[in-house]
């Protein structure tokens, strides 16, 4: 069974910084390609970014494309969402998953089998 293990959310003002940390159990890590969702107030849930299971190519969300920087660690296990100059919009739980097939990254929400609990980002303006 895979457990996805997600921390780091918190309450933030406009423009400030935050990093989130997904650590995954049970499933061969490194070769899974890894996403960060969000579900905002009123709104679908969004793929924000999604990394390939070498780091070598990744996906962001126009809404988060130079703020975000997603990136994994195989020897921890773990993957990251650095988040800069943060918006009152990108409020949201914001969720680790992972896909059901390995290595390669997709957009399709139905491909991700595995989800974390979430985490609450507030960012104040």
């Known amino acids: 069974q895979v457990q996805l293990v997600e921390s780091g959310g918190g309450v933030v003002q406009a423009g400030g910084s935050l990093r989130l940390s997904c650590a995954a159990i049970?499933?061969?890590?490194?070769?899974?390609?890894m996403g960060w969702f969000r579900h905002g107030p009123g709104k679908e849930l969004e793929l924000v970014a999604a990394?390939?299971?070498?780091?070598?190519?990744?996906y962001y969300a126009d809404s988060v494309k130079g703020r975000f920087t997603i990136s994994r660690d195989n020897a921890k296990n773990t993957v990251y969402l650095q988040m800069n100059s943060l918006k009152p919009e990108d409020t949201a739980v914001y969720y680790c998953a992972s896909p059901r097939v390995a290595y390669y990254y997709t957009k399709e929400l139905r491909d991700y089998d595995h989800w974390g609990q979430g985490t609450q980002v507030t960012v104040s303006s």
């Open positions: 049970g499933r061969i890590f490194s070769s899974y390609a």
């Open positions: 990394i390939d299971w070498s780091g070598g190519s990744i």
